[in-house]
């Protein structure tokens, strides 16, 4: 089992920066993908948007097209932890953000954290 921990949600403002992490525990190994997804708070049944996804091995990155120049996402391998940069944020970017990690081809997600873009 792996367990993952979403932390760095909250409120910010159009134009503004937020920094999300998300710590993997349990039984994770060294070759997995981690990533970002999202889905509107509104709307619990729509598909979750991928963010970012990194691939523990190669260090390979793959972003959502709305993610593309605006975020980037980083892996700590020490810690398995990754990391997502938001910068340039607008009201489109308000969901709550999904923390997930596929490991041995089995998926497991975090709790989600809220981020609001808002004035």
């Known amino acids: 089992q792996v367990q993952l921990v979403e932390s760095g949600g909250g409120l910010v403002r159009p134009g503004g920066s937020l920094r999300l992490s998300c710590a993997a525990s349990?039984?994770?190994?060294?070759?997995?993908?981690m990533g970002w997804y999202r889905q509107p708070p509104e709307n619990q049944r729509a598909v979750r948007e991928l963010?970012?996804?990194?691939?523990?091995?190669?260090?390979?990155?793959n972003y959502g097209d709305r993610a593309k120049g605006r975020f980037t996402i980083a892996l700590d391998k020490t810690k398995a932890t990754i990391h997502l940069q938001m910068s340039g944020l607008n009201s489109d970017d308000t969901a709550v953000y999904y923390c997930?990690?596929?490991?041995?081809?089995?998926?497991?997600w975090g709790q989600g954290t809220q981020v609001t873009v808002s004035s």
């Open positions: 349990g039984n994770i190994g060294s070759d997995y993908v």
């Open positions: 997930d990690a596929v490991v041995r081809n089995e998926v497991f």
């Open positions: 963010i970012a996804i990194i691939h523990s091995v190669s260090g390979n990155t």
